[in-house]
C-alpha cells in the first residue's frame, strides 16, 4: 500500500490531486475502484478514462484535464505502469536455503542467500550465484552458472554447460542446452553429430514456459542481455540473439539463425537456417524468413484471413498465377501491336 | 468386460443379435476380433462395415442390414463410442493419499480422496478438492484451487493463484499461470510488468501436453466450461475462451484475444493480440487471424501446397500481384476506350 | 585426445601430413586453433578453408590441395565429422544404480547397469533395459518398455503403455503417450473419447525437447526406426511416422496423419488429419499439407516474405484474386473477337 505522494517521490513523477490518496492494487481503466491506480497509455481509451472509478490514474499531462481522479503525471505512461506495478508484485516469497528435499552435489557451489526449492536437483561444478531462486523440480546439469539475482521456475531444466546472467528469469519446462538438431546422412540413416556447445544467456533475459534454447554444435548458442523470448519458442542450436530483441509465443529459429538488436518477431513467426537478420527488424506474426534481411524495417509473408469459401477460389488462382502472368503479358502485346 | 446386453443396458440403446454376446474390449473395423466392439461413424466406411471380424458394431439403423455382427444402434455412432470407451478405460489407477515423496506444505488443504503423488509439490493455501488426482512431480504454487475430480498429470506446473474447475484434465507439462509476456519499452531495454492477475480455468476443461496458459496482467486469464486445448497451445495473458470452444495443436492466442463459444481453431493457427472472435466461428490449419471476426462461419488463410518447383513461379508472381492488377486495369481501359 | 594417426584407425581413413599431430578438439575452421580438427563439407567455405588456424582438417582428397593443414582424407567429410564428434563427447557420465532419492515400484524390472536418477519415478510393469539412463525428475508409467542403451532426458515424461526401442535419446520435457485429442460432439458439449492405444517407437530414435507424441485411440502410435523429431514437435494420435523421417522443430502432425520413409518435414510445417504422405517426401517450412501426396519429391506452400508496406498491396489483391482472374479472361475474349 502506497500513497499517491510515496509512488510520486519513489518513481521521481509529479501527481495532481490529494497527495494522501490511498492506493492498494492496480486495475484496468474499466474496473478500477477508488482503491486502485490505473493508466492512460493510449488516446483511443479515452472515454474509459472519462468513465474510470480509479481513485488515481497515471496520465500524460495532456490527458490530466479529462482525467475524474487524483493523477499521476508521467510523459511515457505506459512505463510508470510497468515500474509501478513491480511495486505491486504479489508473486510468493520463497524461503532462502536448501530445501531438505533438494538433491544438491557437494561439488556444486551454492551462494549465500540462494533457495533451492524442494526436489530440485544440482550437478556438480555447478555455481548458483546470490539471491537466485531455483524452484521445486528443476534440473541443473553439471558445469552451469546462475549469475546472482537469477530464478529458474519450477520444472525448468537446464543440460550441462549453460550459463546465464544475472537477474534472468525461466519460467516452466523451459529446456536450456539440450541437443541441437544435427545429424549427419549415413549409409543406415541419420548419424548423431554430438552437440560439443554449450548455452550462453547474458543478463536480464526472460525466457517464457515450454521454450527450448539447444546448444550449440561447436560453439554455443548465445542470447544476449535484454532478450525476452514468449512461451513455445524454439531457439536451434547456434542461434545468436541480439541484446534487447524480442521473439513472440511459438516462433522458431532454426540452426544458426542469427538475430539482431531490437528486432521483434510476431507470434508463430519462423527464421530458416544460417540466415542473418540485421538490427531493427519486425517481423509480423506468422511471417516465413526465408533469406536474411539487411535493411531495418517490418517484413510480412503469408495472405490475410477471408470466409473460407471465397479463400478457397482465391487459393485455386495462386496456383495459376504464374499463367495468369504470362496471359495478361500476351494480352498487352497484342494490344499494342 | 460386458455383453452386449449389459452395454445395451447402460447405454440406453437398443441392439440386434445377440445379447449374450462377450464384448472385451474396443477395435477400429479393419482390426475389430470376434470379442471386440467396433463402430462405423461415416458411410464412407461401408466397405470396412461388410468385412469387419468385430462381434459387434455401433451402427446407425439405417446401416443394420450391411453389418455382418450384432449390433449395437444409435443415431449418433460416434458419440456412442465415445461413452464405451470411457466403460473400457485401461488407464492405471492411482492409489489415494499423499506419497510419502511428496511435499506439501501444512497449510495447504488436501481433501479427503484425492491423490498426491511422489515428489509433487503443493504450496500454502492450496485447495484440493475430493478426488483430485495431483501426479507424480507437479508443482501446485501458493493459493490455487483445484475443484474436485480434476487431474494434473505427471510433471504438469502451476504456478499460484491458478483456480481449475471439477472434472478437469491437465496433462503433462502443461504450464499455467506463467508470466504474460508483459513489457514497456524503457530507456535501456524492456522493463518487466509484474502480471499481477490468475487463471481461471471452468469445469471440465481439457488441457493438452506442453500447452501454456499464462496468468493476466491485472485481471485474469479466463478459460470457460467444457473448453478442450490439444498440445503445445499458447493461450497468453488475458485471453478469454469461450464455453466449449475447442483448439487444436500447435495453435496460439495472443494477448488479450477473445475467442466466443462453440469455436474451433484447427492446428497451428493464431490468433494476433486484442482481437475478438464471435461465437461458432471456424478457424482452419494454419490461419492467421489478425481482425477481429464478428460473423460464425469457417475462415482461412495461407495458400494450398504445391510442388516447391510451381510454388516458387506463383510465390513470385505474389509478389507482383499489385502491378499485374495495375496492368490488367490498363488494359482493360485500352480496350474500353 | 587422439592424434591424427589413431583417428586415421579408427575410422579407417587415409590422412596427409603428421600423423602424430595432437588433436584435443573439434572447433569450425573459423575459430579451430592447433589442437583442433576442423572439417570442410561444403565447397563454398574454401576460403576459410585456406584461412584455418585448425592443426588438421576433415577434407574431401580433391581439396588437400588447398588445406594448410594436415589432413584426414574423406569422401563424405561431413558424416566423418559426424562419426568424430562422437569420439569427442562431452556429455556428463552419470553413475550406474538407483539413486536413493528415486521412486521406483517393486514391481518395476530395472536391468542391471541401467541408471535411474534422482526424483525419477518408475511405476510397476515397466522394463528399464540394460545401459538405460533415466534422468532426474523424469516420470516412466506403468507397463512401459524401454529398450538397451536408451537416454531418457531428466524432466520428460512417459505415460503408461510407451515402447521405446534401443539406443533412442528422449529429451527433457518430451511426453510420450498423452491422451490423443479425441472428443465427440455431445448434447451438451465436448464428451472425452478414453484413448485406449500406446505408443510405439523404433529403434535409434531422437526425441526432442518439449516434443509430445500422444498415445492412440484403439491402435498406436507408431514411430519407426532411426526417426528424428526436434522440439516442440506434435505427433497427433495413430500418426505413424515412417523410417528415418526428420521432422523439425514446431512442426505438427494431426490425426492418423501417416508420413512415409526417408521424408524430411522443415520448420514449422503441418499435415492435416488422415493425410497419406509417401516415401521421400520434402515438405519446405511452415507448409500446410491438407492433402495426401503419392509422388516424391518437394512441396512447399505460403508466400514469400516482403517488406510489410509491399506484402500489404500483394495481400489485398490475393483476396481479389478470383475477380482478376475473370477479368482477365474477359479482355482476352474481347480481344479474341
Redesign the interface.
Known amino acids: 500500500m502506497y500513497t499517491l505522494g510515496e509512488l510520486s517521490e519513489k518513481l521521481n513523477l509529479e501527481f495532481s490531486g490529494d497527495g494522501q490518496c490511498p492506493i492498494t492494487?492496480?486495475?484496468?481503466l474499466e474496473?478500477a475502484g477508488p482503491g486502485d491506480l490505473a493508466f492512460l497509455s493510449n488516446s483511443k481509451y479515452l472515454s474509459q478514462l472519462e468513465a474510470t472509478g480509479a481513485g488515481v490514474v497515471i496520465v500524460h499531462p495532456d490527458h490530466v484535464q479529462a482525467c475524474p481522479s487524483h493523477c499521476l503525471l508521467s510523459d511515457?505512461p505506459?512505463?510508470t505502469?510497468?515500474?509501478v506495478?513491480?511495486l505491486?508484485?504479489?508473486?510468493?516469497k520463497v524461503p532462502v536455503g536448501v530445501?531438505p528435499?533438494a538433491?544438491v552435489d557437494p561439488e556444486a557451489n551454492i551462494s549465500d542467500g540462494a533457495s533451492i526449492?524442494?526436489?530440485a536437483?544440482v550437478?556438480?561444478g555447478t555455481e548458483i550465484g546470490a539471491g537466485v531462486v531455483i524452484?521445486?523440480?528443476v534440473?541443473i546439469?553439471?558445469?552451469c552458472k546462475i549469475g546472482q539475482g537469477s530464478r529458474i521456475?519450477?520444472?525448468a531444466?537446464l543440460?550441462?554447460?549453460v550459463h546465464i546472467g544475472e537477474l534472468c528469469?525461466i519460467?516452466?519446462?523451459a529446456?536450456l542446452g539440450?541437443?541441437g538438431?544435427?545429424?549427419?546422412?549415413?549409409p543406415?540413416?541419420?548419424?548423431?553429430?554430438?552437440q560439443?556447445g554449450g548455452v550462453r544467456i547474458g543478463n536480464?533475459v526472460?525466457i517464457?514456459?515450454?521454450?527450448?534454447v539447444?546448444r550449440g554444435?561447436?560453439?554455443h548458442t548465445v542470447i544476449a542481455?535484454?532478450v525476452?523470448l514468449?512461451?513455445?519458442v524454439?531457439i536451434?542450436h547456434n542461434c545468436r540473439v541480439g541484446?534487447?530483441t524480442?521473439i513472440?509465443?511459438?516462433a522458431?529459429l532454426?540452426g544458426s539463425a542469427i538475430i539482431g538488436a531490437n528486432c521483434t518477431m510476431?507470434?508463430?513467426s519462423?527464421v530458416?537456417g544460417h540466415v542473418e537478420i540485421c538490427d531493427d527488424v519486425?517481423i509480423?506474426?506468422?511471417?516465413?524468413?526465408?533469406?536474411s534481411i539487411t535493411e531495418p524495417?517490418?517484413?510480412?509473408?503469408?495472405?490475410?484471413?477471408?470466409?473460407?469459401?471465397?479463400?478457397?477460389?482465391?487459393?485455386?488462382?495462386?496456383?495459376?498465377?504464374?499463367a495468369?502472368?504470362r496471359?495478361?503479358a500476351a494480352?498487352?502485346k497484342?494490344?499494342n501491336n
Open positions: 492494487g492496480i486495475a484496468t474496473t511515457n505506459y512505463l505502469f510497468a515500474r506495478s513491480r505491486f508484485d504479489n508473486a510468493p530445501h528435499a538433491v526449492g524442494p526436489n536437483v550437478e556438480a524452484g521445486a523440480n534440473y546439469g553439471h558445469g521456475n519450477p520444472g531444466v543440460y550441462h554447460d528469469k519460467h516452466s519446462q529446456v539440450a541437443d538438431f544435427g545429424f549427419a546422412p549415413g543406415d540413416g541419420w548419424e548423431k553429430i554430438c560439443l536480464s526472460e517464457g514456459a515450454c521454450t527450448s539447444d554444435a561447436l560453439d542481455d535484454g525476452i514468449d512461451n513455445l524454439q536451434a541484446k534487447n524480442a513472440a509465443g511459438c522458431g532454426a510476431a507470434g508463430g519462423g530458416t519486425h509480423k506474426a506468422m511471417t516465413m524468413v526465408t533469406k524495417g517490418s517484413y510480412s509473408s503469408g495472405t490475410q484471413m477471408m470466409p473460407t469459401r471465397e479463400w478457397r477460389r482465391s487459393a485455386v488462382r495462386f496456383a495459376q498465377l504464374d495468369i502472368s496471359r495478361l494480352v498487352e497484342q494490344q
